[in-house]
């Protein structure tokens, strides 16, 4: 059975047939934002989560103006496909991508199993940077319907609608109130939300080769956890950036009309003054 949604995947060969594809652009985004440098895809550019998609001042994306200047800059019009892939299963990649599509780009796609199997299967990485002729990006108003905010979140416990943590068992239970190594994304309690049904991210990839679980095994997985096609989703995890890889799954592989990603997550939830938690 294939993907509900399978144009946004293209595989590593696709990748390596539109190398010089003026209409392609692939950017790579990385949890390590150092790997670019250490080697990439021939004519990729970054896109780093932290410094290029984040608001300078507030806890918040860029500005749609922003944002315009960061296509622009990438060589990226309104009517290119932009290819994503990155390290840790796409994270960061979908990450990226839910950015993109947050800003009104249609035409986007990830590379299935990301560096990883790029690298398994022994394909070239190069140390050129590439540049572009600047363009004249125009973004579309935010769209709202694949982001929640914390308003969201209430308003989903209280019509008892599924909530998707998508982070560790240890995280989710309480256990944990930070990831190891990511002190910054600490919060002060730990737990997870009301109703919300643990599914670690990592369940809908292959450990292997980083590459998407089948249709048939993505649907045993979220449908038997009751996380139905036909209702409202919302995914989190501590910042949003495993939960767009689990919205990205819902939306475009199993075809899941109401998806929304929580970018505030756990470092907004757990740090919320009288938000309930559960352990």
Same mark, same amino acid.
């Given at each position: 059975m294939s993907y509900a949604r399978p144009e946004y995947l293209v595989d590593t060969e $696709?990748?390596?047939?539109n190398l010089n594809n003026p209409d392609v652009r692939i950017i790579e985004s990385d949890e390590d934002p150092l790997l670019y440098a250490t080697g990439h895809i021939e004519g990729a550019v970054q896109v780093d989560w932290f410094s290029t998609l984040q608001h300078p001042l507030r806890r918040d994306f860029l500005t749609k103006e922003k944002f315009e200047?960061?296509?622009s800059n990438l060589g990226i019009t309104n009517d290119t496909t932009v290819v994503f892939y990155g390290d840790k299963s796409n994270w960061f990649a979908a990450y990226a991508l839910w950015l993109f599509q947050y800003y009104g780009h249609q035409n986007v796609k990830i590379m299935n199993g990301g560096r990883l199997k790029w690298e398994q299967e022994k394909r070239p990485f190069v140390k050129d940077v590439p540049s572009y002729p600047k363009t004249t990006y125009k973004a579309k108003e935010a769209d709202k319907s694949i982001r929640a905010f914390r308003d969201d979140i209430f308003k989903q416990i209280d019509a008892k609608k599924p909530l998707v943590d998508v982070r560790s068992p240890k995280e989710y239970s309480g256990e944990l109130t930070h990831m190891p190594n990511y002190p910054q994304e600490g919060a002060t309690r730990g737990g997870h939300i009301p109703t919300a049904v643990s599914i670690p991210w990592a369940q809908a990839v292959n450990e292997a080769d980083s590459t998407f679980k089948?249709?048939?095994e993505l649907v045993a997985l979220y449908? *038997?956890?009751n996380i139905k096609p036909d209702g409202e989703v919302i995914? @989190?995890?501590r910042i949003g950036e495993r939960s767009s890889l689990t919205w990205f799954v819902l939306k475009y592989l199993l075809g899941y009309e109401k998806v929304k990603n @929580?970018? *505030?997550s $756990?470092?907004?939830w757990g740090n919320l003054v009288d938000a309930p938690i559960e352990k």
């Open positions: $696709w990748v390596a047939k200047e960061v296509a089948t249709k048939d449908e *038997g956890k995914a @989190y995890c @929580y970018d *505030g $756990w470092t907004e």
